[in-house]
Structure formats: C-alpha cells, structure tokens
C-alpha cells in the first residue's frame, strides 16, 4: 500500500490480558516511531527506530511494553498484562530517513475492559 | 525537556476568513517542525514540515513559517473552507531517539 498500515483497527480485551498491534510502514522508510494518544494526555511519544534498533526504550510507559521491528520493515507492539489505563489510540508513523517528515497511520484503538 | 503550545484550544470562524494558528516551543534546538490536521476518528495527515534551517514552508492555501529564535511557529490558513474544519497540531523534534513533542492542538470549525 501507498500509506502506513495499521492492525487491527480496533482491539477490545480483558484486563490483564497481552495484546498485540502491528504496523506496516511506507515502503523504504527507514524510521519508524510509536506514538500514543489518550484523552486528556495528548500524544506522546514511545519509541523510534532506525531499522531494526531501538537506540532509546524509555518512552515506554512500563515494562510491560516492548517493542521490535524485523527485517527493517514490520514492526509490533506488545503490551503485556494490559491495564484499563492502556487503554487509547497506538499511533505508528514513518519517515524515510531519521527525523524528515513522518507519515502516520489509521491507528488502533485499544479498549480494556 | 520540549514542550510545545498551542493557542488558541478552539477558534470558530466563517467561511472565507483567513486565519493564523499559534504554535511556541520551550526549546530552540529544534531539528524540524510539523504541522498536522486531525480529522475525528482519524490518524494524523501530514501539512507541512518546515527544517530548523528553514523559515516557512508554503502548500496550497496553507503557510507555516518558523522562528526559532523566538520559540513560535505559525500556520496561516487563506480563504478558509468548511473543508478545513478540523484539529490542527504542530509538533517538534530535537532529533537524538526523541519523538515529535506534540502540542495539545487547535480544534477549528469554519462556518458555512
């Protein structure tokens, strides 16, 4: 696809469970950048990678995040033992060199229930 | 640590208006600047990105210039459109393994 792809779309789970949420970046994008957005928090950002690194992890909000990226390109979000404070939009965005313009996708929203 | 503003929260104006969104920042070792509109429900699309080296950046109808000096960007919109009814949000990053620091954004309604 032309844009930054996103899934799934929506997630609903039970507290305590794990999710995962996968993003597809533009085509030859080298960076890619996790952001989150709740209400009342604005969007904040969780972490960013340079192919397959991650030089900095501490955006991440606990240790129950983690975060990789294989082959330069797909990258998960994994968050383990979900709380009803996880609960928001996970935004993912690409840029085609580090810090150039970034391109977000549709997001996934997670509920916990 | 960057903080970024944006003023005003919300601005409601008719149709054919030409309007300036205010976007300041705490710290001037800012690498590149960006503006987004928002959409409800809908991911962030990309207005204009304007480099530290840089001081306005031009697209269409829209204008987004940068002063580093000052700390302020600003985004002028001309011949408003009902179309453009959206949250506006400027972001800044320093570059290092920091993300866009984004601002809480400026929520826009133009009236037909």
Do not use: M
């Not at chain 1, 960076?31 to 192919?51: D, P, V």
């Not at chain 1, 979000?77 to 549709?106: H, K, M």
């Not at chain 2, 991911?43 to 210039?65: F, H, K, V």
């Not at chain 2, 001309?78 to 400027?90: E, V």
Request: hydrophobic share 30%; with cysteine.
């Amino acid at each position: 696809g032309a844009g930054v792809s996103q899934s799934p779309s929506n997630k609903v789970t039970e507290k305590g469970k794990d999710v995962e949420l996968r993003c597809d970046p533009i085509s030859g994008h080298t960076a890619l950048y996790w952001y989150r957005q709740s209400l009342g928090q604005g969007l904040e950002f969780l972490i960013y990678f340079q192919g397959n690194s991650a030089p900095d992890k501490s955006g991440l909000p606990s240790d129950r995040f983690s975060a990789e990226r294989t082959g330069g390109s797909v990258s998960t979000l994994t968050i383990q033992r979900t709380q009803q404070e996880d609960s928001a939009v996970y935004l993912c965005a690409s840029s085609f060199r580090d810090w150039n313009e970034q391109f977000f996708g549709p997001g996934t929203r997670l509920t916990v229930l | 640590k960057q903080e970024v503003t944006q003023i005003p929260a919300a601005l409601s104006v008719p149709e054919g208006e030409n309007l300036v969104l205010n976007c300041s920042f705490t710290d001037s070792a800012i690498y590149n600047l960006q503006w987004f509109r928002q959409d409800p429900g809908k991911g962030l699309t990309s207005l204009l990105l304007i480099q530290s080296s840089q001081r306005e950046q031009t697209s269409g109808r829209l204008n987004a210039s940068l002063d580093k000096s000052s700390g302020r960007s600003t985004l002028y919109i001309a011949a408003s459109q009902p179309g453009d009814s959206a949250t506006y949000l400027c972001a800044g990053v320093a570059g290092g393994a920091d993300g866009l620091t984004f601002g809480k954004g400026t929520h826009l309604i133009i009236q037909p």
